[in-house]
């Protein structure tokens, strides 16, 4: 037994994970008092604050829009606070720069694919993820943990009264795998994610539906036989995921 454990550890990897282990992943609900909903969400070194915000109305485009009249809508802001990596980055004043306002979509895209808008009427969600510290996975960490922070804040709307129809229809959960030194590996960290090969986030549903897929090739072109064992590799993450964000919701109606 002692040999067969040894042989699944990876010894490439920085914490000596074997090559398909999440690093230890930790939910809190509620970390903070005046959000309707807020998750403080850990991977491994890597914390992502997520906030909720219930607002009433909803934006121009849906208030114009004929076939969207009573629609509610989800959107996301991410941002990085200045000492989340091992240097100051400054703060973003104005529009967002590049990375943040893509990050943003892709947490805001993620959402809205699990939600009933209709369900919510003409409310808009905002889900604000900022990193408190970075070391790899940070736009996964922002899906998974803002997931949990829109449920909460559904959840208070359901008891509240205000909504009639439970509008979270799947959950959604990210994580990155990486071809790295020759290796697929599950949920990359920095020094990881910093020389592989190929980096993908895949964002799924508890299904394993894919809601979306993010990947480049860094320094060479990597064969399709290996981003399919990539994307087989994300589901054990993927379940792991929802498994922390079930454990974060108790007593929420999530999806089956």
């Not at 070391?135 to 449920?151: I, P, S, Y």
């Given at each position: 037994?002692?040999?067969?454990?040894?042989?699944?550890?990876?010894?490439?990897?920085?914490?000596?994970?074997?090559?398909?282990?999440?690093?230890?992943?930790r939910i809190?609900?509620?970390?903070?008092?005046?959000?309707?909903?807020?998750?403080?969400?850990?991977?491994?070194?890597?914390?992502?604050?997520?906030?909720?915000?219930?607002?009433?109305?909803?934006?121009?485009?849906?208030?114009?829009?004929?076939?969207?009249?009573?629609?509610?809508?989800?959107?996301?802001?991410?941002?990085?606070?200045?000492?989340?990596?091992?240097?100051?980055?400054?703060?973003?004043?104005?529009?967002?720069?590049?990375?943040?306002?893509?990050?943003?979509?892709?947490?805001?895209?993620?959402?809205?694919?699990?939600?009933?808008?209709?369900?919510?009427?003409?409310?808009?969600?905002?889900?604000?993820?900022?990193?408190?510290?970075?070391?790899?996975?940070?736009?996964?960490?922002?899906?998974?943990?803002?997931?949990v922070?829109?449920?909460?804040?559904?959840?208070?709307?359901?008891?509240?009264?205000?909504?009639?129809e439970?509008?979270?229809?799947?959950?959604?959960?990210?994580?990155?795998?990486?071809?790295?030194?020759?290796?697929?590996?599950?949920?990359?960290?920095?020094?990881?994610?910093?020389?592989?090969?190929?980096?993908?986030n895949?964002?799924?549903?508890?299904?394993?539906?894919?809601?979306?897929?993010?990947?480049?090739?860094?320094t060479?072109?990597?064969?399709?036989?290996?981003?399919?064992?990539?994307?087989?590799?994300s589901?054990?993450?993927?379940?792991?995921?929802?498994?922390?964000?079930?454990?974060?919701?108790?007593g929420?109606?999530?999806?089956?």
């Amino acid at each position: 037994m002692a040999r067969e454990e040894t042989a699944l550890v990876n010894p490439y990897r920085v914490d000596a994970r074997a090559a398909d282990a999440m690093r230890p992943v930790r939910i809190e609900p509620h970390p903070l008092r005046h959000p309707e909903g807020s998750a403080l969400i850990e991977v491994g070194e890597t914390r992502v604050l997520c906030t909720a915000t219930v607002e009433s109305g909803v934006p121009h485009f849906l208030r114009n829009d004929p076939k969207k009249m009573g629609t509610g809508w989800v959107t996301a802001e991410y941002a990085m606070i200045p000492r989340a990596t091992n240097v100051r980055i400054p703060r973003e004043r104005g529009s967002s720069g590049a990375r943040s306002s893509e990050i943003s979509r892709l947490v805001g895209r993620s959402l809205r694919a699990v939600c009933d808008l209709g369900a919510l009427g003409q409310r808009t969600v905002t889900v604000d993820c900022d990193v408190l510290q970075a070391d790899g996975g940070t736009r996964a960490a922002a899906v998974t943990g803002g997931f949990v922070a829109l449920a909460l804040a559904m959840e208070k709307l359901r008891l509240d009264e205000s909504i009639v129809e439970w509008p979270l229809r799947h959950f959604a959960a990210a994580v990155s795998v990486g071809f790295v030194d020759g290796s697929v590996l599950l949920d990359l960290d920095y020094a990881e994610d910093s020389r592989a090969q190929l980096d993908v986030n895949v964002v799924k549903t508890q299904r394993m539906e894919i809601i979306e897929i993010q990947g480049t090739a860094e320094t060479e072109p990597v064969p399709e036989e290996t981003f399919r064992a990539m994307l087989a590799l994300s589901d054990r993450g993927i379940r792991n995921l929802v498994e922390c964000q079930r454990r974060a919701l108790p007593g929420v109606p999530c999806p089956a």
